[in-house]
């Protein structure tokens, strides 16, 4: 079954304590991005990568990183998380040939204290 | 990427016919029409897309129009599980970089009654 798996699901932390939170795709895709989703603002892209070794700032990148050291995986860093990254956010992954489709995760909803 | 405009919600009967409208009058001729749904927080699904025929799948119909300007999505039996908030979106067909991107506008909140 294709799956975009995120984890964790959901986690509290509190400002300054750096996690990651983790993204696999099994369909082999070329494209991999995250997205947060906040209220009246909607889904905003933050990092994309087109493959392996290549990533890209999207629409609100600051406070994360990302890497792609391996095509299924597309981890997303917060370094040093504060209250303004509570959020509910969305990998998501996609073939590049014209039209293909993009899939996305379950959602990881990350609250900063 | 083309803006769309969507109503910001609809109501349709269980078991009826579902018709959501979408704008995206300034279309390239390079751009897709998409549908995704988001049920409640959950991750948005890939409904469809099309570039300027019809398309259908076990999910819905999408209808485009002949100047591509506007679209349809049907659902055509709605069930409750089908409340849910529906974006439509234009994406360029070539998925290079910033293209990839999907821009989601505010959608259509579509509830299913019984």
């Known amino acids: 079954e294709a799956q975009v798996t995120q984890n964790p699901r959901y986690l509290i932390t509190v400002t300054g304590k750096k996690l990651t939170v983790t993204c696999s795709q099994n369909m082999n895709h070329e494209y991999m991005s995250w997205y947060r989703q906040d209220p009246g603002l909607g889904l905003r892209q933050i990092y994309y990568?087109?493959?392996?070794?290549?990533?890209d700032k999207g629409d609100v990148p600051e406070g994360y990183k990302v890497s792609r050291k391996e095509k299924r995986n597309f981890p997303l860093i917060l370094e040093s998380p504060s209250p303004n990254q509570t959020s509910l956010y969305f990998c998501?992954?996609?073939?590049?040939?014209?039209?293909?489709?993009?899939?996305f995760g379950e959602g990881s909803w990350l609250t900063v204290v | 990427d083309a803006k769309t405009t969507q109503p910001p919600s609809m109501d349709c009967a269980e078991g009826r016919a579902a018709n959501l409208p979408c704008n995206h009058s300034t279309i390239s001729g390079n751009e897709y029409v998409y549908w995704y749904r988001q049920i409640h927080s959950q991750g948005p699904q890939y409904i469809i897309h099309g570039l300027k025929n019809n398309e259908t799948n076990e999910m819905a119909s999408l209808i485009i129009t002949e100047d591509r300007k506007s679209s349809t999505l049907i659902l055509p039996h709605a069930t409750l599980r089908d409340t849910a908030v529906y974006y439509c979106?234009?994406?360029?067909?070539?998925?290079?970089?910033?293209?990839?991107?999907?821009?989601f506008g505010t959608g259509t909140r579509l509830q299913v009654t019984l």
């Open positions: 990568s087109m493959n392996v070794e290549v990533t």
């Open positions: 979106i234009v994406r360029f067909r070539i998925n290079t970089g910033t293209a990839s991107k999907l821009t």
């Open positions: 998501a992954s996609g073939g590049t040939l014209s039209g293909n489709t993009i899939y």
